[in-house]
């Protein structure tokens, strides 16, 4: 799977976008990217994944540049329950036989303060 | 509904001794997945089962590592002769088919002392 690189640490204030960068100039044409965040002492949570186009969900979006060589996950109006290391992650996707298993790097802490 | 379930939440063992660590994956999920976290370290992939088989095993650190999950649901990772490198959270995750969204449990905090 391709490698991916990610700030350590970055902080934002409450209420407004969170913009956490990935790099992955690796990545191969099938992989997907996927974004996970562990709050302290709980096992991580999926929020959002995507193969070139951009998506959105209720908790997130997450912008692929045209190239895939990065991303960007956008937690629009952060909370302090925001505050947890967030995993960029990717793998393939897939269905029938293939499957992706997830390599965690060591992720960005965000720190989300009033 | 209730979410992937791990049991013990804290287990410490000395060493040497033999330790089983219980996974209860969402009902109905086909996949399943065992993943370790050191300390100030992302998860590190051990095992994958597909069913009731270890379709990816290569995670597995030595011989003294060994999972089952026997009726595909409920899956158990046995620790051999613990070593105090053992200690570590022990996470659990399953899907509901091949590499969609992971559910993770809470994991089990093993301390080998």
């Known amino acids: 799977d391709a490698k991916t690189t990610q700030p350590p640490s970055m902080d934002c204030a409450e209420g407004r976008a969170a913009n956490l960068p990935c790099n992955h100039s690796?990545?191969?044409?099938?992989?997907?990217v996927y974004w996970y965040r562990q709050i302290h002492s709980q096992g991580p949570q999926y929020i959002i994944h995507?193969?070139?186009n951009n998506e959105t969900n209720e908790m997130a979006s997450l912008i692929i540049t045209e190239d895939r060589k990065s991303s960007t996950l956008i937690l629009p109006h952060a909370t302090l329950r925001d505050t947890a290391v967030y995993y960029c992650?990717?793998?393939?996707?897939?269905?029938?036989?293939?499957?992706?298993?997830?390599?965690f790097g060591q992720g960005t802490i965000l720190t989300v303060h009033p | 509904g209730a979410g992937v379930s791990q049991t013990p939440s804290n287990k410490v063992t000395e060493k040497g001794k033999y330790v089983e660590l219980r996974c209860d994956p969402i009902?109905?999920?086909?996949?399943l997945y065992w993943y370790r976290q050191s300390l100030g370290q992302g998860p590190e992939f051990l095992i994958y089962?597909?069913?009731?088989?270890?379709?990816?095993d290569s995670g597995l650190p030595n011989d003294r590592f060994f999972a089952v999950r026997p009726e595909g649901s409920v899956s158990t990772l046995k620790i051999q002769r613990t070593e105090r490198g053992d200690s570590a959270v022990y996470l659990c995750?399953?899907?509901?088919?091949?590499?969609?969204?992971?559910?993770f449990g809470q994991g089990t905090r093993l301390t080998v002392v």
């Open positions: 992650i990717v793998g393939h996707y897939a269905g029938g036989t293939s499957y992706g298993k997830l390599t």
């Open positions: 995750a399953s899907s509901s088919k091949v590499n969609t969204e992971a559910f």
């Open positions: 995507g193969l070139k």
């Open positions: 690796t990545i191969s044409g099938n992989e997907y």
């Open positions: 089962f597909q069913g009731t088989g270890a379709a990816d």
């Open positions: 009902s109905g999920h086909t996949a």
